[in-house]
């Protein structure tokens, strides 16, 4: 079973600042998600990654398949990006078919 | 497009009940799981169906069960529920599944408080 690790818990950073998140997991996978929660429940997906890098607006996810390690950055930060991050893997080979979620992220940006 | 749906938003049940959520994917999307989220943690597997069959099931009991019906909507449906069941319940949808590769979308889930 694979364990999904996130760091930092909480982060609170003024609007502009770059903002990275981290997320490693224990076994090899066939993709990673980086997820967005707002208080109200909704997730919506970021970005799947199976290798290297994906930019998409001010937000970068980068992913290093050896290290089992992932980044998710936020370039000139702003408090509309104040939600829960969450990174989320999906195991390779068989077995359950659903994904193995970190605890998240609670980012908050202040103007 | 609709994106994916899910009723009821929000219910309210007593200690012993039985409770159907349900769920509708984006069209064209085969694939549904469904995943529990407790307060302050990540969200925990709990079901995936595609074509109508389970392809994988997480640590949870009996009293869960799921079904994916011929327009690939589904249920999920907790039966003697326990205070511990109180959660926010997601369902996904994705073309196939999320260990396919696909990008998967979620519903804003249904919010199940037990008393």
């Known amino acids: 079973k694979n364990e999904v690790e996130q760091s930092p818990q909480n982060l609170t950073a003024q609007e502009g600042e770059f903002i990275t998140i981290n997320c490693s997991y224990s076994?090899?996978?066939?993709?990673l998600h980086w997820l967005q929660q707002h208080p109200g429940g909704g997730i919506v997906s970021l970005f799947m990654?199976?290798?290297g890098k994906k930019k998409h607006g001010r937000l970068i996810a980068t992913i290093n398949i050896q290290e089992k390690h992932s980044s998710l950055h936020i370039t000139a930060s702003h408090p509309r990006d104040s939600a829960v991050y969450i990174c989320?893997?999906?195991?390779?080979?068989?077995?359950?078919?659903?994904?193995?979620f970190g605890k998240g992220t609670h980012l908050i940006i202040q103007p | 497009d609709a994106g994916v749906t899910q009723s009821p938003t929000h219910l309210i049940k007593t200690r012993g009940q039985q409770v159907t959520l349900r769920c509708s994917p984006i069209?064209?999307?085969?694939?549904v799981s469904w995943y529990q989220q407790v307060l302050g943690q990540g969200p925990q597997f709990i079901f995936q169906?595609?074509?109508?069959?389970?392809?994988g099931r997480g640590n949870f009991p009996d009293r869960f069960s799921a079904r994916q019906f011929p327009n690939y909507s589904s249920e999920l449906n907790v039966n003697a529920l326990l205070l511990g069941d109180s959660a926010l319940y997601l369902c996904?949808?994705?073309?196939?599944?999320?260990?396919?590769?696909?990008?998967?979308?979620f519903g804003e889930g249904s919010w199940l408080t037990v008393v």
């Open positions: 996904a949808s994705s073309w196939r599944g999320a260990h396919s590769g696909n990008t998967i979308y």
């Open positions: 990654l199976s290798s």
């Open positions: 076994v090899g996978i066939s993709a």
């Open positions: 169906y595609y074509e109508k069959e389970e392809r």
């Open positions: 989320a893997v999906s195991d390779s080979g068989g077995g359950a078919d659903g994904l193995t």
């Open positions: 069209s064209g999307h085969k694939s």
